[in-house]
């Protein structure tokens, strides 16, 4: 059975695996990335409704008007909505990978949930709650996916062999270049006469 990476490769066999400016790659990524986005926020959305006894709906969702400060529902689904960009850094790192391009796709999620929404409530939103939640929840996936981007890029540049030697406890250092602690050099070290 085919692996999904391997699809992955096969839908962009034409182009270099290394070319990050593919017009078909970058749409690629950004409907996989929405949908995760919103998988998760649904099975999120989900479980705390049967966990509390609430009746799921999915206007929690895809309505920016739920998301108010007068109750407890609407700062619980402000809640849900920054857990679901903390989740969503992972979901970057791994589908996008490249520290330059992940504020593009973290912004680009954000514009694209404004769409739907808007499309899916006929009103353009006006909450000042809901768009303090998108700024929010954007400077939240920008920083944290450009940090685990760029340590995911390092790491594996850099340190990826040398902590893989020193989990092993193959990391060798040349003879006599040990310092022991026990052993140190004589001085002579000048003594008061009287």
């Given at each position: 059975?085919?692996?999904?990476?391997?699809?992955?490769?096969?839908?962009?066999?034409?182009?270099?695996?290394?070319?990050?400016?593919?017009?078909?790659?970058?749409?690629?990524?950004?409907?996989?990335?929405?949908?995760?986005?919103?998988?998760?926020?649904?099975?999120?959305?989900?479980?705390?409704?049967?966990?509390?006894?609430?009746?799921?709906?999915?206007?929690?969702?895809?309505?920016?008007?739920?998301?108010?400060?007068?109750?407890?529902?609407?700062?619980?689904?402000?809640?849900?909505?920054?857990?679901?960009?903390?989740?969503?850094?992972?979901?970057?790192?791994?589908i996008v990978g490249r520290s330059k391009l992940a504020w593009d796709f973290a912004v680009t999620v954000h514009i694209i949930n404004l769409l739907v929404v808007w499309f899916y409530t006929g009103k353009f939103p006006t909450s000042v709650l809901w768009w303090c939640l998108q700024v929010l929840s954007a400077v939240l996936l920008v920083a944290l996916s450009t940090y685990s981007t760029r340590w995911k890029e390092l790491r594996t540049t850099f340190f990826d062999n040398m902590l893989d030697q020193q989990e092993l406890g193959q990391v060798r250092h040349p003879?006599?270049?040990?310092?022991?602690l026990n052993v140190l050099p004589k001085t002579s070290v000048p003594t008061e006469s009287t």
């Amino acid at each position: 059975m085919p692996s999904l990476s391997s699809g992955y490769t096969r839908l962009f066999s034409n182009y270099q695996s290394n070319d990050i400016t593919n017009p078909s790659k970058l749409l690629f990524q950004i409907i996989i990335l929405q949908c995760f986005y919103y998988l998760t926020a649904l099975v999120i959305f989900y479980l705390v409704a049967s966990l509390n006894g609430y009746d799921f709906k999915m206007d929690w969702i895809f309505s920016w008007e739920l998301v108010s400060s007068d109750n407890a529902m609407g700062l619980i689904l402000f809640a849900m909505w920054l857990f679901d960009s903390l989740l969503c850094v992972f979901f970057v790192t791994i589908i996008v990978g490249r520290s330059k391009l992940a504020w593009d796709f973290a912004v680009t999620v954000h514009i694209i949930n404004l769409l739907v929404v808007w499309f899916y409530t006929g009103k353009f939103p006006t909450s000042v709650l809901w768009w303090c939640l998108q700024v929010l929840s954007a400077v939240l996936l920008v920083a944290l996916s450009t940090y685990s981007t760029r340590w995911k890029e390092l790491r594996t540049t850099f340190f990826d062999n040398m902590l893989d030697q020193q989990e092993l406890g193959q990391v060798r250092h040349p003879e006599g270049s040990a310092i022991e602690l026990n052993v140190l050099p004589k001085t002579s070290v000048p003594t008061e006469s009287t």
